[in-house]
């Protein structure tokens, strides 16, 4: 624990030694940079909003001195504060400044600074004045001060954290890799811990510290195993920094536990980040001296990757977790400022908002502050979707109305969706609060992967020897939606004793046909099993419309014949166009009107439909769209728009469908009067 | 060769009068237009047909938590304003609303699929046809995707009563998700789906890299595809992955979900595939001569359903059926040429070669770990059921006619029958 004191001063220390070491220019423009990107990552991201500013007023001032002044804060062509901060993070996140114009992006940075489309121009002008040589600047930094390779390994360690994908399956695959390779006596034992660590980030969604520590202590341990066997320099130290981080760890845990205060806690999570950070540095540095001093153990440089990635995911978890505990405790203090405020508007302790240029002074957990940004990116999302929907329109995909979420507007939903979809995107909105960049949307995985054997967790590190490569393959298409587990989802299977259950004889289903009363061959026509439509007939006019129904009528009078009381059961007399006999023209021009008027609000129908036809019943109802209407939309469509023909949707064509216009340009006026005679020629024939 | 298989068919004239509102896309009514059409053709007299029983709430609540099948009860248009934080809960409202009889609706093609399972159980057929059921997008507690109670679950559950394994095949263009949710965890029942996957397309699921957890692990498989596969890639994909699975599993019996939103020109699909290409899967499946169940599913665009249904229904009764419709109350629908067969659908086909192939190495790769699994006992109940290899077409026919020596078909073989609707041949053209 002493150890981990020291490291917090340090750490202390080292914060202010950040802001001047901006202020100076110093060397350490690379350290400055990274602690930019790897505090980005968690919510502190405001706090290092104000270190952002900071560092931008100094260094434009620098620059002022041999250029023009450059005002702030910045306001954009139609008078709207434009954010440097999100402006600079989201070009860094595209790729910088050529890579975004490259790409064609400015339309999108401005949509997310929240300015819009109009905006773009002084969007892409307000970066080069202000923020693309700061930009410059902290990159040209970077690699002119550190050392090729450092700068590389840096680089990675970067990219890994920016990436979010480092999680415990990494190490877990690493130390497996390592027992198996070098320490195949103690498989089980790091086995052990590899299980417990993956077992505790399955259960550790609930922001469970202690368990992500237990997790990050038990693949250390695993990696310790082989540290021990293989008794190195680098290896000893290289264990020390991890037990170093495990300590602080374990330290901000338990300070976190009898901490309620929720500024002072945001403070030491910022300490540990920062001192996480150093001590990966300290590592590398450590690692790559080494290296330099023993290029020729091969094995060496194996291992510090290894560490490299081990203490790496330990800092992760350690932002991860510290994450979500923030997270649900400034949410809860959130919502219950946004209830209190919503319930007593005139309230004077809410006082006023303050213009958004200081929000800066003050501080970030702000109830109103994270009130706001949560209202951003629920926004922010709801657009995301409204594009995704429009670009499914453009490409004439069809799917089920429950994709278009933006339907869906009321909190209820959008809560469900939340905590049953296990949606990227609900996972994203749920932490949107905190700003979080959207890369941070993969969280520690769901799925345990305890049924791995160890020939396949061999047959995974061959695969995974590349580094490089294990980012890909976490990073490879997150999947849209995962399967959700637990006694929720899953049914119920018992298991099989072989001894068959006997299941209820009771329901067989009541058999209709052949008829059970019927013992004697019931008369059946003489049609054939399978026999399609004649090609010919003796009608006079054989294909129009009066020999067609005659043919229909025909057939509908055998198989009544053949059915018997089953024609019945079976709502055989309710099928047809003939259904339309019993509604009067004026309830037929009512039904058009209703479906017409309704067809955009689908869940008001059957009110309105009751409040119309009182006196009708559902049946009827239901059977006179299903058998009239649409019919009659069809066959309208088949001769208007025969190319267009889809009787399904309810939108289209209603106004024309069976009016006076549609109707009467298709039939001939002596046509109509078969469908309306024609079951009662079918009538009198029975 | 002709059906000597005993096939019940479930309808209750009472499925079809259901409306989910103006613009909902499932309209149940293709049920009555499928039934239309199978009488129209005569197929009626070659199978027993049955009305099902209305599933009680008790045997819902197999699967489904009580308090769900309780609200679904209970909740009418008329009342649906007062329980809002329920009907979110439950999901139900855009895409599941709430119409005038849904739980009757739920009853009867949840019993229709129970009973199926019965029959089938109590070997008094062996291939059991429900069009009404296949809704397998319904979750535990929710439902999801138009369904509401998820009749396969249920037949399953019962089939797992009188079988070791039960083997679930799904063709509709969407994922089985509820099904193979509801039974991820266990190698009892393993789920085979083929649906479009990406582009946030309907439910999000069906990765192939979903393969199970737990016991479950490997029992879970699925095909994700692109838009516009045509059928000779289907039916290849299908064919060899569903024999190397029946193979490898040794199910007792086998669920069907024939979902018609694979068709061409479905109105929410987006596959190619033609009645013949869709017909092809069945006409496999039920080659492998297990207790079959046979379900609808998604379907979008009526008439194709009817005809694909009815058509389904001809080769599982081993009837070719003419291309010409014959007259019917709804042959409207099917102007202007009145013909079963559909047109060819216009979406360009997405799924490369290689891309087939990868998915295809995928799912065979993870087959292998079943074949060494301790956790199922495949000894226990020996197969009951010949393996037909479909790349043999110089399998003497003669041959197989012998393994059905129980029959007890409805109608005997030399009525009713021309020369030319001998079906052989068809079991040589795979």
């Known amino acids: 624990m002493e150890g981990w004191s020291n490291l917090r001063d340090e750490s202390g220390l080292r914060e202010v030694k950040i802001i001047q070491d901006c202020e100076r220019k110093k060397e350490a423009a690379s350290d400055h940079d990274f602690s930019l990107v790897e505090c980005g990552f968690d919510e502190c991201k405001n706090r290092l909003r104000g270190l952002f500013n900071d560092v931008l007023v100094n260094f434009l001032r620098e620059r002022s001195v041999n250029k023009c002044i450059r005002p702030l804060p910045v306001l954009c062509a139609n008078d709207e504060l434009v954010d440097l901060f999100k402006l600079f993070w989201v070009v860094r996140k595209l790729g910088g400044y050529d890579s975004t114009s490259r790409k064609n992006l400015w339309g999108f940075v401005a949509e997310e600074c929240g300015l819009g489309f109009g905006a773009v121009a002084s969007v892409k002008l307000i970066y080069v004045k202000y923020l693309n040589e700061l930009d410059h600047w902290l990159w040209q930094g970077y690699s002119d001060s550190i050392e090729d390779r450092f700068a590389k390994n840096l680089d990675e360690l970067v990219d890994e954290l920016r990436k979010g994908s480092a999680d415990l399956m990494e190490v877990q695959r690493k130390v497996e890799k390592e027992d198996v390779k070098r320490v195949k006596s103690k498989f089980d034992k790091s086995r052990n811990a590899t299980d417990r660590s993956k077992r505790s980030v399955h259960y550790s969604s609930g922001a469970n510290i202690n368990e992500v520590h237990d997790s990050s202590e038990g693949c250390v341990d695993g990696g310790e195993k082989f540290y021990l066997d293989s008794d190195n320099d680098l290896v000893s130290s290289a264990k020390q920094v991890i037990q170093k981080v495990i300590k602080e760890v374990n330290g901000f845990s338990k300070e976190k536990t009898c901490d309620d205060d929720n500024k002072t806690c945001s403070q030491n999570e910022n300490d540990v980040s920062l001192s996480a950070e150093k001590v990966i540095e300290k590592a590398i540095i450590n690692l790559h001296d080494i290296k330099v001093d023993t290029p020729e153990q091969g094995f060496d440089v194996q291992s510090s990757g290894n560490v490299m990635l081990s203490t790496r995911n330990a800092v992760d978890k350690v932002v991860d977790s510290r994450k979500r505990k923030r997270e649900s405790s400034s949410l809860s203090a959130m919502l219950s400022w946004v209830k209190n405020t919503a319930k007593h508007p005139d309230d004077l302790s809410i006082g006023r908002l303050p213009e958004c240029s200081k929000w800066k002074h003050h501080g970030n957990q702000e109830p109103w502050f994270l009130a706001l940004l949560a209202r951003e990116a629920r926004l922010i999302k709801r657009d995301a979707n409204l594009k995704v929907e429009s670009s499914f329109q453009q490409k004439k995909l069809r799917m089920h109305p429950s994709m278009y979420e933006e339907d869906v507007l009321n909190h209820q939903s959008v809560e469900k969706s939340r905590c049953s979809q296990r949606l990227p995107v609900a996972k994203c909105q749920s932490c949107s609060c905190c700003n979080l960049p959207p890369h941070c949307k993969i969280a520690v995985p769901q799925k345990t992967e305890q049924g791995y054997s160890a020939k396949e967790s061999l047959l995974l590190n061959v695969e995974d020897s590349d580094r490089n490569k294990i980012d890909h393959i976490s990073m490879d298409d997150p999947p849209e939606r995962e399967v959700c587990v637990g006694p929720e989802f899953q049914a119920e299977v018992p298991e099989w004793t072989g001894v068959i259950v006997e299941s209820d004889p009771k329901w067989l289903g009541k058999q209709m046909w052949p008829p059970e009363d019927v013992k004697d061959e019931p008369v059946f026509g003489l049609d054939r099993i399978g026999k399609g439509r004649p090609n010919a007939c003796d009608c006079p006019f054989p294909g129009n419309v009066e020999c067609i129904r005659f043919h229909i009528a025909e057939k509908r009078l055998k198989l009544k014949r053949e059915l018997g009381l089953l024609f019945y059961k079976w709502r055989f007399d309710h099928m047809g166009e003939e259904v339309s006999l019993s509604w009067t023209a004026e309830h037929e021009r009512k039904f058009k009107d209703m479906i017409r008027l309704n067809s955009a609000s689908t869940n008001k129908f059957w009110s309105n439909a009751f409040r119309i036809f009182p006196s009708t019943t559902r049946d009827k109802l239901v059977s006179y769209y299903f058998n009239v209407f649409l019919v009659r939309r069809r066959s309208y469509q088949n001769r208007v728009t025969p190319k267009d023909v889809d009787s399904d949707d309810d939108e289209r064509e209603c106004g024309l469908i069976g009016d006076s216009f549609g109707y009467k340009a298709i039939y001939v006026p002596e046509s109509r009067l078969p469908i309306c005679f024609e079951n009662k020629q079918c009538a009198e024939l029975d | ?430």
């Open chain 2, 1 to 430: 060769m002709r059906s000597k298989d005993r096939i019940s068919y479930f309808y209750d004239g009472d499925v079809g009068n259901v409306y989910f509102g103006p613009n909902h896309p499932m309209k149940p009514h293709r049920l009555c237009m499928t039934h239309h059409l199978v009488l129209a053709y005569q197929l009626h007299k070659k199978m027993e047909i049955y009305r099902p029983h209305k599933a009680y709430p008790v045997e819902l609540a197999q699967f489904h938590s009580a308090d769900y099948v309780e609200f679904l009860h209970r909740i009418t248009p008329s009342t649906e304003h007062l329980f809002p934080n329920e009907l979110a809960k439950y999901n139900l409202g855009e895409d599941c609303p709430v119409f005038e009889n849904l739980f009757e609706f739920c009853q009867i093609y949840a019993g229709g699929t129970i009973d199926a399972a019965h029959r089938l159980n109590n070997e008094l057929c062996d291939i059991a046809i429900n069009w009404a059921g296949g809704l397998h997008h319904a979750k535990k507690c929710e439902a999801s995707g138009f369904c509401y109670i998820n009749d396969l679950v249920l037949g399953i559950l019962e089939l797992l009563k009188h079988h070791a394994r039960v083997l679930y095949i799904d063709i509709d263009v969407h994922h089985g998700d509820g099904v193979e949710e509801a039974f991820y965890f266990t190698n009892r029942v393993m789920t085979v789906s083929f649906h479009k996957y990406g582009d946030m397309f309907f439910p999000g699921t069906g990765d192939v890299k979903e393969i199970g957890e737990r016991e479950g692990k490997f029992y879970a498989i699925n095909v994700p595809l692109k838009d516009g596969i045509d059928d000779n890639s289907f039916t290849r994909l299908f064919k060899t992955i569903i024999s190397k699975v029946v193979e490898t599993y040794l199910p007792g019996a086998i669920v069907l979900q024939c979902g018609a939103d694979s068709l061409a020109g479905d109105r929410l699909g987006c596959f190619n595939l033609s009645i013949d290409g869709h017909a092809e899967c069945v006409r496999f499946v039920k080659k492998f001569n297990l207790p079959l169940l046979i379900t609808g599913g998604g379907g979008y665009t009526k008439e194709n359903v009817a005809r694909c249904w009815a058509f389904e229904t001809g080769v599982l009764l081993d009837t070719e059926l003419p291309n010409e419709i014959p007259e019917n109350d709804y042959i409207k629908f099917f102007e202007p040429d009145y013909s079963l067969k559909i047109p060819g659908g216009h979406i360009e086909n997405l799924n490369s070669k290689s891309y087939l192939g990868t998915i295809k190495m995928n799912v065979l790769e993870n087959l292998r770990y079943i074949q060494h699994a301790p956790g199922v006992q495949m000894q226990e109940v020996p197969p009951d059921f010949y393996l037909p290899d479909f790349d043999e077409d110089e399998q003497n026919p003669d041959e197989r006619m012998d393994q059905h020596t129980q029959d007890k078909q409805i109608q005997r073989d030399d009525e009713y029958y021309d020369g030319d609707n001998d079906n052989d041949h068809n079991m040589e053209d795979m």
